[in-house]
């Protein structure tokens, strides 16, 4: 696919700066209204993403407060490579590797309640139908996890929802969805693990009844429960279940990281029925 001109110095930029330099810092300019900040990556004559977060209900949302910074990153760094789930199969993209970090700082006040929806929306990329591009996360330093909750074309727009922070990524991953969505089975029965009594047994029975539908490739069934089980998470957000992040990092967002894990879970259930595999 050929890109517009217009893009061309900043595709020139990116591909040079990430094979001769472990890291190259970016600018970043970051808007906010109401519950909802904009930043975008680059230089504003040639940008290479545009990054936007959509809060449930945030409190002190500001440019400042959420300490939004991105860098290009070489493709054969080892230090990042080794965070990566599987080097071989979940691979940076040559036309975009591009690392997003949200770190915001812990004396500027910043929390929110449930979850963010966060988008990156890049021209370097093309879209195709069943693309392998999916977007992951991790804690600073950490090993990253795929948590795509959509991939829409114009040109690539990957969008994810999450109950914390701190880095992203946009990968190739060539990964089975099999082999994601039992990794996703896993990471959700890890959160549930933070609750206890009645609620945490009925997640986690909606959550059996999910993976046997998928065992059986009862997709719609799959997805049912997993609403269900998005539906219980809301009901009892803020009693049972904690709800709220802190830039303090002093509270764990339970009810924000069931509701993002469930979305991410019902989009690979959602892929290998369209595209089996």
Partial sequence: MRMPFRLAPALALLLGMAT????QSLPVSVNVSGNVATARVGLSTAPLADLTLSFDDASNLSASSLGI????????DPTLLARLPDASLTTIPADFPVLITIEPPALAGLSFRRTVNVEIHTHLLAYTAGTPYRVFKAPLGGA?????????????RART???????????ADLR???????????????????????TRAALESR????EAAVAGDDFAEAIAQLDAFSAEVAAQAGTAIPQQWRALRDQHNVAGELLS????????IGFLRDYGY
Avoid: C, M, N, Y
């Avoid at 990253?144 to 690539?156: C, M």
């Avoid at 089975?176 to 009645?198: H, M, N, P, V, Y």
């Fill in 69 to 76: 910074s991105a860098e290009l990153v070489s493709l054969t």
């Fill in 207 to 210: 959550i059996d009844a999910a």
């Fill in 176 to 198: 089975s969805s099999r082999d994601a969505i039992a990794e996703k089975f896993g990471w959700l029965r890890g959160q549930t693990a933070a609750l206890s009594g009645t």
């Fill in 261 to 268: 894990g469930a979305a991410t879970l019902k989009f690979s």
């Fill in 20 to 23: 001769t330099a472990a890291a």
């Fill in 161 to 171: 929802s999450t109950g914390s922070f701190s880095q992203f990524l946009i990968l």
């Fill in 144 to 156: 990253f996890r795929e948590i795509t909750r959509e991939v829409l074309p114009g040109s690539v």
